[in-house]
C-alpha cells in the first residue's frame, strides 16, 4: 500500500548515511510527505510534532505490546508479560506504579553527590591530557555506574553487565535488528541478573533490586502478590537496558554538540546556571531514541488517508523535536531557547520513567566535564557511530584538547 505523495523523499531507519545526518530527511518528510509509507520494509512514518506527539498519547489506536521497536513489531512474536515498555493498559499501569517506587524523586536526588562523585573519578586522572575517548571515560561510565548503585550490583562486576545488555542492543550494520521469540526471552531475561537476585534475597539492601523483592502489589487480575523471579529478571533487564545506553549517548551527544557550537559551550563555562537547560536543548536536538515504534490496533485515518489495523508505525521523534512550527528554527542549536515540551523521553502512559535520573546524570556529567575542559574538539576521523537501530549516538567519540 503506497501513500500518495508527489515526493521522491526516500528514508530508512538502517540506512547508514541517512542515520549518519537523518535531520535533511526528516526536513523533507516533514514538509513533503508528513504521512510516510516505507514499501521495502512495510512501515509508516509520522515527522510532525502535531501529529507525533498526540499519536504517542492515543495508547488505544497505536498500542506498545507487540513492541516498541519495528524488527520486533514486524516479527509479531509475543512478549513477555511484565515488559513495562512494551506493555499497555491495565498491566501497564500496574507494572509502571510497582517499578515507580524505585524512581521516586528523593531516590533521585539522593544520587546527586554519588553522580559528581563517580564523575570526579572517570576525569580527574585526565588532568594534562591532550585527547580522551568522552565515550569510554565518561558517557559509559557514568551510565553503568548509576544504574548499578541503584540496582545493588557491586561495583566489580557492572563493566561485564552493562556490555552483556549493550550485546543485546547492537545490530550488523545498516541490517534490521534479528528478531525471534527465543530472542525477545533471552534479552529480556538475561540469566546475568539471577546471582544477584538470589544474593539480594538473602542479604537485603537500600537498592531496587530489594524494593523489588519486597514490593507487595495488586495485579491485573486484582491478587495482592509479590513478583516471581522471572518476572523479578524481566524487571532488571528493563531498567538496566534503559539506563544504560540513552545516557550513554546523551553525554556523547554533549560532546559532540559542543564541540560544533564553541561559543554555546563558552556561555556554558560563564553561566553554569545555562547547564540544566543546555541538557534539555540537547535531548530536543539531537534525542538519544530518534523514533518510536507502534503497532496499529485499528484503523485510523492520518491526514486523509486510512493507516489499517496491523500495521507498523515510527513516530520520528528526532524530527518532531526540529519541527519549526513548533520549535522556531529548529535545527539552530540554543542553550538559551525556552523549549517547552520536547518528545524526547516520550509522552503520556510511556513517558520514560528514568527521565530524572537522566537529567540528572546528564547535568552533572556536563558540569563536571566543563569545570576540567572547558574547550575541546572532535577527531571525527576517529569518531564512531554505534551500530544499534534502537537508538542513535556515538560509540567512539575522541575530544582533542587544546594545549
Not at 75 to 97: K, M, N, S, Y
Not at 283 to 289: K, M
Not at 344 to 352: D, K, S
Not at 357 to 373: K, P, S, T, V, Y
Request: charged fraction near 30%; hydrophobic fraction near 40%.
Amino acid at each position: 500500500m503506497a501513500v500518495a505523495s508527489a515526493s521522491d523523499v526516500y528514508y530508512d531507519p538502517y540506512d547508514v548515511d541517512i542515520n549518519a545526518d537523518p535531520y535533511p530527511v526528516y526536513r523533507r518528510l516533514r514538509e513533503e510527505a508528513p504521512l510516510y509509507y516505507n514499501e521495502r520494509h512495510d512501515f509508516y512514518a509520522l515527522s510532525r510534532f502535531e501529529d507525533v506527539e498526540p499519536g504517542l498519547r492515543d495508547h488505544q489506536t497505536y498500542i506498545s505490546g507487540r513492541g516498541g521497536v519495528l524488527e520486533i513489531i514486524k516479527a509479531g512474536v509475543e512478549i513477555p508479560p511484565g515488559t513495562l515498555i512494551f506493555e499497555d493498559p491495565p498491566a501497564h499501569h500496574v507494572h509502571r506504579r510497582l517499578l515507580s517506587r524505585a524512581f521516586t524523586p528523593r531516590r533521585v536526588m539522593e544520587l546527586d553527590g554519588k553522580v559528581r562523585e563517580l564523575c570526579a573519578r572517570c576525569l580527574d586522572p585526565l588532568a594534562g591530557v591532550d585527547r580522551f575517548d568522552v565515550i569510554a571515560v565518561l558517557g559509559s561510565q557514568v551510565a553503568m555506574r548509576t544504574i548499578g548503585m541503584l540496582l545493588g550490583i557491586p561495583e566489580a562486576d557492572q563493566e561485564a553487565v552493562r556490555d552483556r545488555v549493550d550485546a543485546n542492543l547492537r545490530t550488523k550494520e545498516g541490517e534490521p535488528m534479528q528478531v525471534s521469540a527465543d530472542h525477545i526471552g533471552e534479552s529480556m531475561i538475561n540469566e546475568v541478573f539471577a546471582d544477584y537476585i538470589d544474593w539480594r534475597a538473602e542479604h537485603p539492601s537500600d537498592d531496587i533490586m530489594t524494593e523489588l523483592l519486597r514490593a507487595e502489589f495488586e495485579d491485573e487480575t486484582a491478587t495482592v502478590r509479590r513478583l516471581d523471579r522471572e518476572e523479578l529478571l524481566l524487571y532488571v533487564n528493563v531498567v538496566a537496558g534503559a539506563g544504560n545506553e540513552t545516557t550513554n549517548r546523551l553525554i556523547g551527544w554533549a560532546g559532540k554538540v559542543l564541540a560544533d557550537h564553541p561559543g554555546q559551550r563558552r556561555q556554558l563555562v560563564e553561566e553554569r546556571a545555562l547547564v540544566p537547560n543546555a541538557i534539555e536543548e540537547l535531548l530536543r536536538y539531537e534525542p538519544p531514541g530518534p523514533h518510536v515504534g507502534r503497532h496499529v490496533a485499528r484503523d485510523v485515518e492520518v491526514r486523509g488517508t486510512r493507516v489499517p489495523e496491523g500495521s507498523a508505525v515510527l513516530f520520528l521523534v528526532g524530527a518532531a523535536n526540529r519541527d519549526d512550527r513548533r520549535f522556531p528554527d529548529g535545527d539552530r542549536f540554543d542553550v538559551r531557547r525556552r523549549i517547552g515540551q520536547h518528545l524526547a523521553f516520550g509522552t503520556g502512559v510511556h513517558f520514560c520513567l528514568g527521565a530524572a535520573l537522566a537529567r540528572l546524570e546528564g547535568r552533572i556529567a556536563l558540569e563536571e566535564l566543563l569545570a576540567r575542559f572547558p574547550e575541546w574538539d572532535v577527531d571525527l576521523e576517529d569518531a564512531r557511530l554505534a551500530p544499534t537501530s534502537t537508538v542513535r549516538g556515538w560509540e567512539k567519540l575522541p575530544l582533542v584538547v587544546p594545549s
